[in-house]
C-alpha cells in the first residue's frame, strides 16, 4: 500500500492519474507547508549520516541535462525532502560536479545536503593511485565549490592495478585532514572487501557505503557473496542503475528505428520478452496502487534486504516527483512474487 504522499508531487498530474480516466480511491491529496519527505531519514550505514531513502544522481546533468533544467530538477529533489546527491568526476568529464556546485553555492544548502562522490574515472586524474587520488579529491572539491565530500566512493571498476593498502591509506589522510568523512566503494569484489575490513582493524578508514548495479531486471552483479559481505559489515547499499537507464520507468515500449543513440542503445537492450512482462508486472502494481511505473522500480528496491537508498537520475523534474512516491510505497508479498516471475 501507499503509506505517504510527498510535497508536490502529490499535485502532479502523473501522481493522481497514472492511467488517463482513472483516478485512484487512495490518490494523494496535495498538502501544503513543509514537504513530509523532509521528515524521512535513515541511517546510511554506518557512516554518520541519516538521509532520505533516495539518492538523486548527476549522471545526466551536463550531457542529456543543461544547467537550469538541472537546477530545477535539484530543486525539485530538495523542495521533497531528498539530502543526498550524487556525482562523479568522471560525468560528463567534470561538468556535473560543476553544475552540483554551483546549485548548492547559490540555494546556501551545503549544511543541508550529503554530498556523495565517485572518483577514478576522470582522464586527468584515472584510478585509485595515491597521488591521482589525492589529486581527483582536490580537484572535485574545487568543482563542487567545498572543503567537504561527505561520502567518497572509490571506483575500482576504472583501476586494478593500485594496491588496496596504498588506497585506502591515502583515504586515511583524506579523512584525517577533513577533505572526507565516510568511505563508499564500487566494483570492489567481495574478497577485497574482506580485506579492507581486515585493513581497517590497523586504522585504515573502513568503508561503510556500497554501490552495486542493481534492479529487477539486474541482479546477477549483486550476487550472494557481495550479499553476504555487505550483511557482515553493515554497510548501506546504494544501488546504481535503479531504473535501468530509464527503461522501468516505461516511456521506452517500442523499437526507434535509424540509428541510437547511447541512451536509446541502452533501453532497446531490454525491448524483449522479459522486458516485456517486467513493465507489465509493474503496470499491473502501479495500477493497484495509483503510482506510476517508476515509483514501483523505486518500491521494488526498498524492499530488498541491505538496500538503504537506490540512486536515480531524472530528465526532469515531474520524473523527480515520480521517484520520490516510490519511497512511500510498501509493496505486498504478493505483488514482490508477481513482479519476480515477470522478470525471470
Request: glycine fraction near 10%; aromatic fraction near 6%.
Amino acid at each position: 500500500m501507499a503509506v505517504f504522499g510527498v510535497g508536490s508531487a502529490l499535485s502532479s498530474p502523473s501522481a493522481q492519474n497514472p492511467a488517463p480516466g482513472h483516478v485512484h480511491p487512495s490518490a494523494p491529496i496535495p498538502v501544503q507547508g513543509p514537504s513530509i519527505g523532509s521528515q524521512v531519514r535513515v541511517p546510511l550505514g554506518e557512516s554518520g549520516f541519516d538521509v532520505f531513502p533516495l539518492i538523486l544522481g548527476g549522471a545526466e546533468f551536463g550531457w542529456n541535462v543543461d544547467l537550469e533544467s538541472s537546477h530545477a530538477i535539484l530543486d525539485t529533489y530538495a523542495e521533497l525532502g531528498g539530502n543526498v546527491v550524487h556525482t562523479s568526476d568522471s560525468y560528463s568529464a567534470g561538468r556535473s560536479e560543476h553544475i552540483v556546485g554551483q546549485w548548492i553555492h547559490s540555494r546556501g544548502l551545503r549544511e543541508d545536503v550529503v554530498l556523495a562522490v565517485r572518483v577514478g574515472g576522470h582522464a586527468d586524474n584515472p584510478g585509485l593511485g595515491p597521488v591521482n587520488l589525492i589529486r581527483a579529491v582536490e580537484a572535485s572539491l574545487t568543482r563542487l565549490r567545498t572543503d567537504r565530500i561527505d561520502v567518497l566512493y572509490l571506483d575500482a571498476t576504472t583501476d586494478t592495478a593500485s594496491a588496496l593498502e596504498d588506497t585506502l591509506a591515502t583515504a586515511e589522510w583524506l579523512v584525517e585532514t577533513g577533505k572526507v568523512r565516510a568511505i563508499g566503494a564500487v566494483g570492489y569484489t567481495p574478497a577485497q572487501l574482506v580485506e579492507a575490513r581486515i585493513f581497517s582493524s590497523a586504522g585504515f578508514p573502513r568503508i561503510t557505503v556500497l554501490d552495486v548495479p542493481f534492479n529487477v531486471l539486474r541482479r546477477h552483479e549483486f550476487d550472494a557473496d557481495l550479499r553476504l559481505v555487505a550483511g557482515a559489515q553493515s554497510m548501506a547499499v546504494t544501488p546504481s542503475h535503479a531504473l535501468e537507464h530509464g527503461f522501468l520507468a516505461g516511456r521506452q515500449r517500442t523499437r526507434l528505428r535509424g540509428t541510437l543513440s547511447v541512451r536509446g542503445a541502452q533501453l532497446a537492450a531490454n525491448l524483449n520478452r522479459r522486458g516485456s512482462r517486467t513493465l507489465r508486472a509493474l503496470d499491473a502494481v502501479g495500477g493497484e496502487l495509483g503510482v506510476p511505473d517508476a515509483a514501483v522500480a523505486v518500491a521494488w528496491l526498498l524492499a530488498q534486504r541491505l538496500v538503504t537508498a537506490p540512486i536515480v537520475n531524472a530528465y526532469a523534474p515531474e520524473h523527480v516527483e515520480e521517484l520520490v512516491q516510490g519511497v512511500g510505497v510498501r509493496l505486498s508479498r504478493a505483488q514482490l512474487a508477481d513482479i519476480a516471475r515477470a522478470s525471470e
